[in-house]
T-cell receptor
Framework: DAGVIQSPRHEVTEMGQEVTLRCKPI?????LFWYRQTMMRGLELLIY????????DSGMPEDRFSAKMPNASFSTLKIQPSEPRDSAVYFC??????????????????FGAGTRLSVL | GNSVTQMEGPVTLSEEAFLTINCTYT??????LFWYVQYPGEGLQLLLK?????DKGSNKGFEATYRKETTSFHLEKGSVQVSDSAVYFC???????????????FGTGTRLTIIP
């Protein structure tokens, strides 16, 4: 499998513009997470989905941020309008729960390479 | 609520030195514990995990033991290499049987630099 794929890798935009970040989770994974990483705040969970349904969006900073998962293989994080303080690296991660005789795969999240967003 | 406290960084060591990165946690019940590593320009990846008290997770020469009595999960490696330079994150989740909760609570990360 190619792993979690995020696009674009880098995004530079001007304040006030709409930004859309994209994520393709690993096939078969039923959880998808969006994180934001900054030097000041570290790694923050923004929202996560289970089977395409948002489960917890308490980390979404404000109404300018929205996330969707229209199907099991695609999710977007949109910022409208963008502000300089939104500059960060945004990560998408996916996971699944699988039980088998030898063990349990749970809470193991696979991260994409991230999108570095710069808002000027 | 759940929380993870990690050793403040950055940490700089010479090659072949012994490494310890401290991690303590606060959680109710029986959390699972993880170490994730982030190499420059990449996303986080799982390094090792432990799901019950006294379990030892190990991978790539790194080890960590789940100590419930001290609520700790310290990361250790006997002889570090330049290629171990990265940011290390301690994390916890709900217990293995809590199938409704896939969230991870991460620490702030510890930046490790190994000098040749």
């Amino acid at each position: 499998d190619a792993g979690v794929i995020q696009s674009p890798r880098h995004e530079v935009t001007e304040m006030g513009q709409e930004v859309t970040l994209r994520c393709k989770p690993i096939s078969g994974h039923d959880y998808l997470f969006w994180y934001r990483q900054t030097m000041m705040r570290g790694l923050e969970l923004l929202i996560y989905f289970n089977n395409n349904v948002p489960i917890d969006d308490s980390g979404m900073p404000e109404d300018r941020f929205s996330a969707k998962m229209p199907n099991a293989s695609f999710s977007t994080l949109k910022i409208q309008p963008s502000e300089p303080r939104d500059s960060a690296v945004y990560f998408c991660a996916s996971s699944w729960v699988q039980r088998w005789e030898q063990g349990l795969a749970k809470n193991i999240q696979y991260f994409g390479a991230g999108t570095r967003l710069s808002v000027l | 609520g759940n929380s993870v406290t990690q050793m403040e960084g950055p940490v700089t060591l010479s090659e072949e030195a012994f490494l310890t990165i401290n991690c303590t946690y606060t959680a109710t019940g029986y959390p699972s514990l993880f170490w994730y590593v982030q190499y420059p320009g990449e996303g986080l990846q799982l390094l090792l995990k432990a799901t019950k008290a006294d379990d030892k997770g190990s991978n790539k020469g790194f080890e960590a033991t789940y100590r419930k009595e001290t609520t700790s999960f310290h990361l250790e490696k006997g002889s570090v290499q330049v290629s171990d330079s990265a940011v290390y994150f301690c994390a916890l989740s709900g217990p293995p049987w809590d199938f409704g909760n896939e969230k991870l609570t991460f620490g702030t990360g510890t930046r490790l630099t190994i000098i040749p």
